[in-house]
Structure formats: structure tokens, C-alpha cells
């Protein structure tokens, strides 16, 4: 089993960057690709980014292509998202998530963080 801790979202002004992170606990971190989803009030969850095993595929909505970076490093069984250029429709909650599978639809992933707060002010 894995348990997923988000950090690093805030308030950011529109053009801004913010970093999140996502900590796993266990020993088979590698094991998973990881990715992350948002969701914004009254709107469905939504795929963002995902990342394979060992960090040498990845894959990104097209909104995000150009602005967001997923990575990980599986020595600190953590994987990141670094957000740049962001405008305040990228305001959501975001949440990452575990899966054996590499797969950008939410119901492929068992495992899922409690979410970290990111709000982009115009």
C-alpha cells in the first residue's frame, strides 16, 4: 500500500511558478507511475500529468504542454509538478496519485493524496 502526501501549493499571482510535491511512503515507489490530477469547484477531476516508473516517459494534458513539469526522484520517493506561467484557470485543487498502470484516467489509480491548494489571482 501506499499513502501519498501533497505540499507546496499557495496563492500565486497569474504569470507566477509554484513547485508541488508529492511524498510516498513504502518501499516500492518505483514500482508506480505517478501522476497528477486537478480538480476546480464545480468541475470534474481532471488529468494534468503523468510519469512512468523510472521517470523516462511522461505525458501531459495539452494545457499544460509547455508550462508543466512533471519529474520524480525515486531515491526520496517523491515525485514533483513544477508549474510555471500559471493563469487563474489553473486554480483547482491538486492531487497526485499511484498506479501499476501508466495511464492518464483517473480510475486506473488506487492511491491518492489529500490534495494541495493552488489559487492563481489575475
Known amino acids: 500500500q501506499v499513502q501519498l502526501v501533497e505540499s507546496g501549493g499557495g496563492l500565486v499571482q497569474a504569470g507566477g511558478s509554484l513547485r508541488l510535491s508529492c511524498a510516498a511512503s513504502?518501499?516500492?515507489?518505483?514500482?508506480?507511475?505517478m501522476a497528477w490530477f486537478r480538480q476546480a469547484p464545480g468541475k470534474e477531476r481532471e488529468f494534468v500529468a503523468v510519469?512512468?516508473?523510472?521517470?523516462?516517459?511522461?505525458y501531459y494534458a495539452d494545457s499544460m504542454k509547455g508550462r508543466f513539469t512533471i519529474s520524480r526522484d525515486n531515491a526520496k520517493n517523491t515525485v514533483y509538478l513544477q508549474m510555471n506561467s500559471l493563469k487563474p484557470e489553473d486554480t483547482a485543487v491538486y492531487y497526485c496519485?499511484?498506479?501499476?498502470?501508466?495511464?492518464?484516467?483517473?480510475?486506473?489509480?488506487?492511491?491518492w493524496g489529500q490534495g494541495t491548494q493552488v489559487t492563481v489571482s489575475s
Open positions: 496519485a499511484a498506479t501499476n498502470l501508466y495511464s492518464t484516467s483517473s480510475f486506473e489509480y488506487d492511491y
Open positions: 513504502g518501499r516500492t515507489f518505483s514500482s508506480y507511475a
Open positions: 510519469i512512468s516508473w523510472r521517470g523516462g516517459s511522461t
